[in-house]
């Protein structure tokens, strides 16, 4: 993307809105999956269902313009690694409600939109109560990129927030500054 500032209000409201569902859904995923919090399961997946058509939105309009070119000149490697670190995290937010849609379907819970059934859920008749997966290898490999997505989700946010403060407060330029749309003085 050539040099905006500010960025256009598209791609900010969208990087926002993604934002702040990223999150929100990985905060609810991390409470109700270690606290058995079982009432909330429905409304993470539903989100996350609808999280992803925006994330889809997001995603073909960095395809289409690119990553933000940056405010100033840095040096080549620190350029490399941010583009690394946004590309990761743009991968991060599809494969976060993928991974999810397949454990929660390939495993036999289903899943589906606030009451609106995708994939059913699916009950063992051998076993009453128990569920029967679908696919139990996939449900295997759709779990383990959910977990340790999440976690690589909240370690390169934690690094992306670290250095947007860093930009402002010890770079004092304006990367932060024009993500929130103000105007240059
Ligand atoms: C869109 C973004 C999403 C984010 C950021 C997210 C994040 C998370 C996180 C961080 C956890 C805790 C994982 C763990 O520590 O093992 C979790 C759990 C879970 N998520 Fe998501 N999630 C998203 C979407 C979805 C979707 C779309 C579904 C299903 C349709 C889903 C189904 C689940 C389930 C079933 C668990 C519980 C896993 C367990 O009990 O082992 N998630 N989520
Ligand atoms: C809540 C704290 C956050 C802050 C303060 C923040 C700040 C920023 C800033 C200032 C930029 C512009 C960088 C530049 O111009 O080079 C940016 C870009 C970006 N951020 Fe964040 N961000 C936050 C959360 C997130 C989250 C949770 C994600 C994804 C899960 C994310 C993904 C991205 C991506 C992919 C870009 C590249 C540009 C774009 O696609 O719009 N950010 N962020």
Redesign the pocket.
């Known amino acids: 993307m050539p040099d905006r500032d500010p960025l256009p209000p598209s791609s900010r409201r969208l990087h926002w809105l993604v934002a702040a ?2 999150l929100g ?2 905060g ?3 409470y ?3 606290t058995e919090t079982w009432a909330l ?1 429905p409304w ?2 539903s ?3 609808l ?2 058509l925006v ?1 889809a939105v997001r995603a073909v309009q960095r395809l289409r313009l690119g990553l933000p070119a940056p405010v100033q000149p840095t040096s080549p490697a620190l350029q490399r690694a941010a583009r690394w670190a946004h590309g990761v995290l743009l991968g991060l ?1 599809l494969l ?2 993928l991974s ?2 397949l ?3 390939a495993s036999g ?1 289903g ?1 589906g939109v606030f009451g609106l059934p995708l994939v059913p859920h699916q009950d063992d008749p051998s076993r009453p109560g128990e569920v029967l997966p679908y696919h139990a290898g996939l449900a295997e490999l759709g ?1 383990q990129a ?2 340790w997505g ?2 690589l ?2 370690a390169l946010v934690t690094v992306h927030v670290l250095a947007a403060l860093k930009h402002h407060v010890v770079d004092r330029d304006r990367t932060l500054l024009r993500m929130l749309g103000r105007k240059a003085p």
């Open positions: 569902l990223m859904l990985a609810v995923g991390l109700m999956s270690r399961y993470h997946k989100l996350g269902v999280a992803l994330i937010t976060m409600p999810g849609m454990f929660s379907g819970h899943f779990q959910h977990h999440g976690y989700l909240l």
